[in-house]
């Protein structure tokens, strides 16, 4: 696997949904789950996601990239995992200076620490301050948080659901059905009522 095969997953997933038509692909790992995010952005508006600790937007998961895929463009100065975080911190920046955008994102759970791994914190300032980034944390009384998957969507009509949060491995509808999305947005509803907002940076 290298820089151009997940670009060339991504332009895929591009001609899919432009085509209209419904289907799923698979999300084999967190490279390529780092190519669905930044789709997710660049083609959305509004996009709900549950993860288990800001999994995309942390360095720690571009250093697992890394570590797994010893990969290098160009002169080698530049790794797999440094690629896709540049290429992820374009499009999240595009997005929130795009009018009209949330990102809201839950989380299973959280550690101060997490703020201080963020890959764009100028970035996330930025969104959180304009609200167009908010992120919630389970309350500690919620027990049952681990048995649900973690997913995302967008009002774009992209499901991402994952089967297993060690891998990142997960299914992606592209182009869902009106009633898996409402079933999938119903979930986040009833989220609210169980989480707190995060303030990362209060």
């Known amino acids: 696997m290298n820089i151009d ?17 419904s289907g799923s692909v698979l999300n084999s790992d967190r490279a390529h789950n780092a190519v ?5 952005l660049d083609t959305s ?33 530049e790794t797999l ?22 990102l809201s994102i839950f989380l299973e759970r959280y550690q101060d620490s997490y703020a201080e791994d963020l890959i764009a914190p100028e970035i996330f300032r930025d969104g959180i301050s304009c609200g167009k980034i908010c992120i919630y944390r389970f309350k500690n009384d919620i027990f049952l948080k681990n048995k649900v998957a973690h997913t995302s969507c967008s009002d774009k009509n992209f499901i991402r659901v994952e089967r297993n949060p060690e891998t ?8 869902a059905s009106t009633d898996d999305l409402n079933n999938v947005n119903n979930m986040f509803t009833s989220m609210y009522s169980h989480v707190q907002e995060v303030k990362l940076f209060a």
């Open 168 to 175: 990142h491995e997960a299914i992606c509808t592209i182009n």
């Open 45 to 77: 508006n509004n996009i709900k996601m549950y993860c288990g600790e800001m999994s995309v937007f942390r360095e720690d998961f571009y250093r697992h990239i890394d570590q797994s895929v010893m990969d290098f463009m160009g002169d080698g100065q």
């Open 5 to 21: 095969d997940l670009q060339k997953y991504y332009e895929f997933l591009h001609k899919k949904l432009m085509s209209g038509e």
């Open 81 to 102: 995992g440094s690629i896709l975080k540049r290429q992820l911190c374009e499009s999240l920046r595009g997005f929130i200076n795009n009018s009209n955008t949330k």
């Open 36 to 40: 669905i995010e930044r789709f997710m």
